[in-house]
């Protein structure tokens, strides 16, 4: 072996994951007696699987020592729990990275990392092909919880298709504060002129400009970060992570906070001579 080299994973360590992955069945049935003792009949129950299959698992996951009979039911042990959530760990990591397939590189790493360490505190959002508002009716869930929302970055893509949602939050009370580039305010305003006067005289709305913005947006809401990718080519919203981990709350926090010290109040007067990008 080489100096620096990884250690091959042990042959009977990749058996066990592959007999656990061969069949949908296994890991559903594991964790379920990890949770709490199950009977044959609830485990046919929660996994769909048959009588017989039921019945060779439970041999098969005696032998390796995962479970334990007690009476009509069966028990994870120790060991069997451990594999439990070592596999239900696997499968969400395995899950949020195959959502995150060709739209990984619109993200920034500190987002892409914490969605990779901890997937089962995050939720990836893509669109595709026949759903492609799916990270956009994401984001109008969250909007429509939250009390306190900031954003900065890119966001013609993402508040397009909520001008509605958007405005009637603010309206109905809810603290928003959004920094801008100048050609995405200019945009704003001569889009929804109307719109946008109500909602800057509601005082509920407070409405800054940056010159030099990142190609992503982080949206802040009451306990969760939001960010959304974008295609560069397009302008549409390719994915959305949101998560409530407190390291991303940092992270948004602070990063929020730089661009905020360099932002200044928008001014509709002057921002309707800026170009609008196409």
Do not use: K
Not at 81 to 103: F, H, K, P, S
Not at 151 to 168: I, K, M, N
């Amino acid at each position: 072996m080489s100096i620096g080299s990884t250690p091959a994973a042990p042959r009977e360590a990749i058996d066990d994951v592959a007999y656990l992955a061969r069949s949908e069945h296994r890991v559903p049935a594991l964790a379920a007696m990890a949770a709490r003792p199950r009977t044959r009949g609830e485990l046919r129950g929660l996994t769909g699987a048959s009588p017989s299959t039921i019945r060779r698992t439970l041999r098969s996951f005696e032998d390796r020592g995962w479970v334990r009979r007690d009476g009509h039911r069966y028990r994870a042990t120790a060991l069997g729990t451990a594999v439990a959530n070592g596999m239900e760990t696997l499968l969400a990591l395995i899950e949020t990275e195959r959502t995150l397939r060709g739209v990984w590189t619109e993200l920034p790493d500190a987002i892409l990392e914490l969605a990779l360490e901890q997937p089962g505190r995050t939720t990836v959002t893509a669109a595709e092909h026949d759903t492609p508002y799916r990270p956009v009716n994401r984001f109008r869930s969250l909007l429509r919880e939250t009390d306190r929302f900031r954003f900065v970055g890119f966001d013609v893509g993402l508040y397009d298709p909520c001008t509605d949602e958007f405005g009637q939050r603010v309206l109905d009370g809810m603290d928003a504060e959004l920094i801008d580039s100048p050609d995405v305010a200019a945009y704003m305003l001569s889009t929804y002129p109307e719109r946008c006067a109500r909602l800057l005289e509601s005082g509920n709305l407070t409405a800054l400009v940056h010159d030099e913005l990142p190609p992503y947006g982080i949206s802040r809401l009451d306990d969760r970060v939001a960010v959304s990718g974008y295609d560069p080519d397009s302008g549409g919203v390719t994915v959305l992570v949101d998560t409530d981990l407190p390291e991303a709350r940092e992270w948004a926090d602070a990063v929020y906070a730089t661009y905020r010290s360099e932002a200044h109040p928008l001014d509709p007067e002057r921002i309707e001579d800026v170009e609008i990008e196409a």
